[in-house]
């Protein structure tokens, strides 16, 4: 059964700090998709990563797969208080799509 | 540009009564997916759709069906409501597997 574990799962920066968000995932996958959410709002769509070794970077987030690791990160830059949301990964398999349980990230000044 | 639209936004529902959430995209796109969301938690996909007449199910499909007559329509039924089915639900499409998904803005469901 394909899982997804995100670390952590509450972050709290202040501005202008660099983090890293984690998600994992238990079984091969096709392609690995980040999300953010807004308080009491729908989904956006931040990035889709589809093989071993790909990178991609809007603004002050990027966002890499390594499918040996079964690993993908979220890197945020000098982070902003507009970044304040929860960011989910999910996987994708043919077969099977899961959520991590999503990170609440808080920017404090 | 409309998107996805979902309808209703919010709707509370007695234990074993029916209903069907609309959900709506302009985008031609192919695949169309339902997810719930409970409070503090991540996405769970019911069911999903590559294209017109063709639905799969998802991790939780129990309790729902759907159909997909037009490209446009993709709607999601609950036959005999459950206190288990409260939750989020999105609707969301994307023009392949392989690109970004479009999310509308929810249906807020309470069933009591």
């Known amino acids: 059964e394909l899982k997804v574990e995100q670390n952590p799962l509450f972050l709290s920066m202040q501005e202008g700090k660099n983090y890293t968000i984690y998600c994992n995932y238990s079984t091969t996958s096709d392609r690995l998709y980040w999300y953010r959410q807004d308080p009491g709002k729908s989904l956006e769509s931040l990035f889709v990563l589809l093989s071993n070794g790909a990178v991609k970077q809007e603004g002050r987030l990027m966002a890499s797969l390594d499918t040996k690791a079964r690993l993908s990160t979220l890197h945020i830059t000098a982070a902003v208080h507009d970044l304040s949301a929860t960011y989910f990964c999910a996987v994708d398999r043919i077969d099977d799509m899961r959520f991590g349980a999503g990170t609440r990230l808080t920017v404090k000044p | 540009n409309a998107g996805v639209t979902q309808t209703p936004k919010f709707r509370i529902l007695k234990i074993g009564q029916s209903m069907t959430l609309q959900c709506t995209q302009d985008?031609?796109?192919?695949?169309m997916y339902w997810y719930r969301q409970d409070p503090g938690m991540g996405l769970k996909l019911i069911y999903y759709?590559?294209?017109?007449?063709?639905?799969d199910k998802g991790e939780v499909p129990n309790g729902y069906n759907v159909s997909r007559s037009t490209t446009e329509d993709f709607p999601l039924r609950l036959e005999l409501a459950a206190p288990s089915q409260t939750s989020v639900y999105f609707c969301?499409?994307?023009?392949?597997?392989?690109?970004?998904?479009?999310f509308g803005d929810g249906t807020r469901l309470s069933i009591l």
């Open positions: 969301a499409s994307s023009q392949t597997r392989n690109q970004p998904q479009h």
């Open positions: 985008m031609n796109h192919n695949y």
């Open positions: 759709s590559v294209g017109a007449g063709i639905t």
